[in-house]
């Protein structure tokens, strides 16, 4: 494999036993070395926060605030992740990460990586996604919602490349969510779906992993249509996170990850 560097970025969005459980489950999933820069970001949280200070101090990681609040106006998530390209040019690759995800899978970042890398026409890769852990989102359910992977590269979990091209429509256009207005209609292009939209007509496409992740999905912004199920998918979190906390990362403090 070519010589790679990995700048990886998370926001906290009052999500920090999600965010705990996440950075865990990466830790743990991924002992062997990474050429990864993880930056912890968070907007002015306000929920308890105790148990994910306690871990990132014991990474020698630090959670730097973007500048905002958990109430703007709009999402904040497209902007900071802007920000953040613009912030860290020197990589070969960017890593963005949602808080709300749980690794499965041992190697995923290195198995996205090798299968980016095998396929010129691919700008970035996700993981297949899932609801429970086990099976992966149904495909008449991702017909239904081709925004959950298909039509956009998800900002869940998105290892892109960084190129010349990548920076330039993340400068013009931006990563954040965007309006369109039809005669009779709005669209919401959600967050990365115009810059992958722009990278279609260079004829570059995002393409899914073997690998999958557990994404809870709208747990920063509370989606009407879906919070009767966030109690269930709190407990499902809180089960998870208390057996990494017991079992530890399973990596050892000279892995060879270097963290910032």
């Known amino acids: 494999m070519k010589m790679h560097k990995i700048e990886a970025v998370t926001v906290n969005h009052n999500t920090s036993p999600y965010m705990e459980l996440m950075l865990r489950s ?3 999933h991924h002992p062997d070395h990474l050429n990864l820069l993880l930056t912890v970001l968070d907007n002015a949280s306000t929920d308890d926060m105790s148990g994910l200070k306690t871990y990132l101090r014991s990474k020698g990681l630090s959670n730097a605030q973007t ?3 958990t109430s703007t106006r709009n999402n904040s998530h497209g902007e900071i992740l802007s920000r953040f390209v613009f912030d860290h040019p020197h990589c070969t690759h960017y890593l963005f990460m949602d808080a709300d995800v749980c690794f499965l899978e041992d190697h995923t970042i290195s198995t996205l990586l090798e299968e980016l890398e095998q396929q010129d026409d ?3 890769i996700g993981p297949r996604m899932s609801w429970d852990g086990v099976e992966e989102i149904p495909e008449d359910v991702r017909k239904d919602n081709p925004d959950k992977c298909d039509a956009r590269l998800h900002p869940c979990c998105a290892l892109v490349k960084n190129t010349p091209l990548f920076r330039l429509i993340v400068k013009e256009i931006g990563l ?3 309006k369109y207005l039809w005669a009779e209609r709005d669209e919401i292009a959600d967050t990365f779906k115009m810059m992958t939209k722009v990278m279609k007509t260079h004829g570059l496409q995002h ?3 073997s690998r999958m992740v557990l994404h809870f999905f709208c747990v920063s912004y509370i989606c009407e249509s879906t919070k009767h199920w966030n109690e269930a998918k ?3 979190r809180d089960g998870l996170l208390s057996k990494y906390r017991l079992g530890g990362d399973m ?3 000279d892995s060879g990850e270097n963290e910032r």
């Open 26 to 28: 990466l830790f743990a």
């Open 234 to 236: 709190a407990r499902r």
């Open 176 to 178: 954040s969510s965007a």
């Open 122 to 124: 691919a700008f970035g």
């Open 67 to 69: 500048g905002f609040s």
């Open 207 to 209: 393409i899914i992993s």
């Open 251 to 253: 990596t050892s403090s």
